[in-house]
């Protein structure tokens, strides 16, 4: 399909009938930048071409994966079942259907997937069955990049295990240390949490890594971009009983295969798709900012088109997300921010209100690009574009999650 089609699907509003790619002849062709090399613009290094940003969405050629066996089919215990109806489970997705008998069999295993895809049930589940069925007493180990991560497995724990008498705790920066140290003198099955309070609670004498049998590692990649590899070494170094080793991601990086390969020897490997690239279900275009334009300005005029009714707006730079909020609510626009100067109670707060549509914007750092399952984001918008591919994949696929369509923007100089 022509690009200029793509961008009329886009917008409704009279500032959006003039196409901003017009004159750049390197845009006006067939999309065919899908599965392409990353490559670096000239004399822009460190960013990616436009053209990574442009990719109109092909929702009807794509064949949805569909299960041949219905979530009361699964081999799990009965009561786990009725929590996955009541949370409303028909069908395992594709990355749960094909793990959880390695999973329930102890084997190491990574898995590949795109995001929204179901990555945590698919190993909550079976490891919520093996401490009903096998040892309630093993204990599981978690390690998330983010905050907002961890907090979202821990909920998820807790709704799929409701009622078994089985416990979580939960281990980020930002809460109270003192609160967590008598957190982890309760009993518990399993602990979620980042790498640095996982370590502080090591340091303390609080957490004791030889009760651990089982390794969770969730966003692997992000984990090790966001220079969390030492801290993981440490974990790993004292987890002398550790028998099984679970390994998650939406990318991946050949660079990390070693790293993976000593870390899991004889993985069991499951990948729902080929490539890092991003999803085929989001509209991706870029909005190119003329000279003498403010970016802010024409994300106003956006915003307040009715069709942008969830919108995620990502920036580079704390101050950046900040500036961008405090002008957003002075338009009139409810917003709220998040990002790594706010405490962790401001930042469940502010998701909340965003998951409940009581605010449209919310305006975030890469904080915000992983693992946060939020539903009916219309839009997601790059201020700036994202200086490498996997940031972007993460970042759009907070929009048209689980199969729903999206539309992802990118602000273009």
């Known amino acids: 399909m022509e690009f200029s089609a793509a961008l009329t ?18 845009f006006n062709q067939k999309n065919t930048v899908r599965k392409r090399t990353p490559e670096r613009k000239k004399g822009n290094a460190g960013i990616l ?18 299960s041949d066996r219905l979530i009361d089919e699964l081999p799990v215990d009965d009561a786990i079942i009725r929590n996955l109806h009541k949370k409303g489970y028909e069908k395992p997705t594709e990355i749960q259907d094909k793990t959880i008998e390695a999973i329930l069999n102890g084997r190491n295993l990574m898995g590949l997937a795109q995001t929204g895809t179901g990555k945590t049930g698919a190993f909550l589940i079976p490891l919520i069955h093996n401490l009903l069925r096998k040892d ?22 807790r709704s799929i295990a409701h009622g078994l008498r089985l416990f979580s705790t939960c281990l980020i920066g930002g809460t109270s240390v003192r609160r967590d140290i008598e957190n982890l003198r309760r009993p518990g099955q399993i602990v979620i949490g980042t790498p640095g309070r996982l370590n502080d609670m090591v340091r303390q004498g609080a957490l004791k890594m030889n009760r651990f049998t089982i390794l969770v590692l969730d966003e ?13 070494n440490k974990l790993v170094e004292g987890m002398n009983n550790r028998a099984q080793t679970i390994l998650f991601s939406a990318t991946e990086d050949k660079s990390q295969k070693a790293i993976i390969g000593k870390l899991m020897p004889d993985a069991y490997e499951v990948r729902v798709r080929d490539e890092n690239v991003s999803a085929d279900n989001i509209d991706q275009d870029i909005i190119t900012v003329k000279e003498g334009e403010k970016k802010i300005d024409i994300l106003l005029k956006m915003v307040r088109d009715k069709s942008f009714e969830k919108v995620l707006v990502f920036a580079d730079t704390k101050r950046g997300v900040s ?11 409810t917003a709220d921010e998040i990002h790594g100067d706010k405490s962790q109670n401001y930042r469940i707060k502010a998701l909340e209100s965003f998951k409940n549509r009581k605010i449209q914007v919310l305006v975030a ?31 759009i696929g907070r929009t048209g999650r689980a199969g729903a369509s999206g539309k992802a923007l990118t602000f273009i100089n």
């Open 136 to 157: 309630a007493m093993r204990q599981i180990l978690v390690v998330t990049p983010t905050r907002e991560l961890a907090l979202q497995i821990d909920s998820e724990f």
């Open 220 to 232: 692997f990649d992000r984990l090790l971009d966001m220079g969390f590899a030492p801290d993981i």
């Open 9 to 26: 699907n886009y917008f409704i509003m009279e500032y959006y009938k003039d196409p901003r790619w017009r004159g750049k002849k390197n």
């Open 49 to 66: 071409s436009p053209g990574h940003f442009i990719s109109k969405a092909s929702t009807a050629q794509i064949v949805s994966y569909s």
């Open 323 to 333: 500036r961008i909020c405090r002008d957003l609510r002075k338009a009139g626009i």
């Open 365 to 395: 750092t890469d904080v915000a690009a992983r693992g946060l399952d939020i539903t009916n984001v219309s839009h997601v918008i790059n201020f700036q574009a994202p200086k490498d591919m996997e940031s972007y994949i993460h970042r």
